[in-house]
């Protein structure tokens, strides 16, 4: 009796194994993947959407990019004027009647404009959506970005002041008090229609996506079910080159760096983000990266680090709670919050200096 | 068969059940069967190529036509540039060559993507 059943038993446990081994990946494995990109809002946006249904996650996905295209249509600020693009966008409304009078504009533009008075407020000035005129005479916003002449660009950052944007929510209004002003809103919509676009998939039920809109990136839920995603952060100075890994669950990891746009002259590097401060391109940094859960907010925080010295960024972003930065530093160091640790994987490489012990 | 043939065979059976199942180990355990390394070119939404990097015959050109004209990309072993393009801000030609599985090169004004497929180390780049 006892040969017998120990004769079984072993079989029988292989059997139970083959079916589990075989079984269980095949029905984790189950959902699918869509994967879609598109051009809009002057860059590349893709996005990786998992489910068990195609035709649900691609209705979702279409879904996400129609918001994030109103939202670009509604904050663009470079349409010629009396064309069709310039008549639907609400910024060159409110740019056009600057030292006019209030505009009535979409609930998004308020929603937007708030959240980047509050940051202006938050960065004591190291952020201010009313840098237009500034972008625009330093030649951002064209082909060929150039000095501009020290008298003309103090008289051009007089005209910035985010203090001079008034926002009425009851009645829906925006002003501008100045004639001359103008928004950029620049370092805000990418992250807040991003953001928007996240609210379109879990909506709809998407539980598991990546949105890449052009390198910022926000992602829903895990990688799999134990494992979070993985997000490299480029190395500034390398092509190609990744600095650190980190690891991201439900949030945003968004970057400035100084090497997307910028021109040299006289042996320096004139980058694209502006200190509302001085008027002149911030250089204390080679990249920043914030990572928190909401990208509109990562949007603007990347921003403010970017143009704040390293120190006060690491102070400041330690204050915020759920805020992580990693900081690449003009003189080739690598900082992060302590929060980071345990999540970051840094490849500083001989270029970097990375002082593990912080 | 004795007892250590049986322990023998069902260990076999174990691994190559494994192997099946999870297709990265297969990967890890067969890294040459995977590896063929393949770019993948997009304009104006549309798949408009699909080039093999695993030929070591010398360089070619391609000429893909975006939304601001054609675009000249250039082949190598493993690799892919964006060689001439007719946008204004030439990003996409100063970028240079990528290689890895998950690079890619795109132009904006010119729509164009250049996306080199395979397992990527990461999920995404923060740029």
């Known amino acids: 009796m006892m040969e017998k059943k120990g004769r079984y038993l072993l079989p029988l446990l292989l059997a139970i194994l083959v079916v589990a081994v075989v079984a269980v990946p095949l029905y984790l494995g189950k959902e699918i993947e869509y994967k879609s990109d598109r051009f809009l809002m002057d860059t590349m946006v893709s996005i990786k959407a998992y489910g068990r249904d195609e035709g649900k996650l691609k209705d979702a996905v279409t879904a996400a990019y129609g918001e994030m295209q109103r939202i670009a249509d509604l904050s663009d600020r470079f349409p010629a004027p009396g064309s069709a693009e310039y008549k639907a966008s609400d910024v060159c409304l409110i740019n056009e009647n600057a030292g006019i009078m209030p505009v009535r504009v979409h609930r998004e533009i308020i929603d937007m404009l708030l959240l980047a008075k509050k940051y202006h407020g938050l960065g004591?000035?190291?952020?201010?959506?009313?840098?237009?005129?500034?972008?625009?005479?330093?030649?951002?916003?064209?082909?060929?970005?150039?000095?501009?002449?020290?008298?003309?660009l103090a008289k051009t950052l007089t005209l910035v002041d985010s203090n001079k944007l008034i926002i009425n929510e009851e009645r829906q209004t925006a002003f501008l008090e100045k004639r001359g002003m103008k928004l950029d809103l620049g370092a805000v919509a990418k992250g807040y229609a991003t953001e928007k676009a996240v609210q379109v998939l879990k909506s709809r039920g998407v539980a598991r996506a990546l949105i890449d809109a052009g390198d910022n990136i926000r992602v829903i839920g895990k990688k799999s079910r134990n494992a979070p995603w993985k997000i490299g952060i480029k190395d500034p100075r390398k092509s190609g080159g990744i600095i650190?890994?980190?690891?991201?669950?439900?949030?945003?990891?968004?970057?400035s760096g100084d090497y997307y746009r910028y021109f040299e002259s006289g042996g320096r590097r004139y980058n694209h983000i502006i200190d509302p401060r001085t008027g002149y391109p911030a250089s204390a940094n080679m990249s920043v990266t914030v990572m928190t859960e909401n990208a509109g907010v990562a949007d603007c925080l990347s921003t403010i680090f970017f143009v704040l010295e390293p120190e006060k960024s690491l102070e400041l972003a330690g204050k915020m709670g759920g805020v992580d930065i990693f900081l690449v530093t003009a003189d080739r160091r690598i900082l992060h919050t302590p929060s980071?640790?345990?999540?970051?994987?840094?490849?500083?490489g001989e270029d970097y200096r990375y002082d593990q012990g912080r | 068969m004795t007892r250590g043939d049986k322990y023998l065979a069902a260990g076999i059976l174990l691994v190559a059940i494994f192997a099946l199942a999870f297709p990265r180990l297969q990967s890890s355990l067969f890294p040459m069967a995977t590896s063929s390394a393949r770019a993948v070119i997009k304009a104006r939404g549309k798949i408009v190529r699909e080039v093999d990097l695993s030929d070591r015959g010398g360089r070619s050109t391609l000429v893909v036509n975006g939304r601001v004209g054609p675009s000249t990309l250039e082949v190598e072993w493993k690799r892919i540039r964006m060689k001439e393009a007719n946008c204004p801000d030439k990003i996409c030609?100063?970028?240079?060559w990528i290689e890895k599985p998950g690079d890619s090169i795109v132009c904006i004004p010119g729509e164009i993507l250049v996306r080199i497929e395979g397992a990527a180390p990461v999920d995404a780049v923060t740029r």
């Open chain 1, 124 to 152: 004591k000035g190291a952020f201010d959506v009313t840098i237009g005129p500034v972008m625009d005479l330093w030649g951002f916003t064209g082909n060929n970005p150039k000095i501009p002449p020290p008298e003309k």
């Open chain 1, 244 to 255: 650190a890994i980190v690891s991201l669950t439900d949030g945003s990891a968004v970057t």
């Open chain 1, 340 to 348: 980071l640790k345990g999540r970051v994987e840094v490849k500083s």
């Open chain 2, 93 to 96: 030609v100063k970028q240079g």
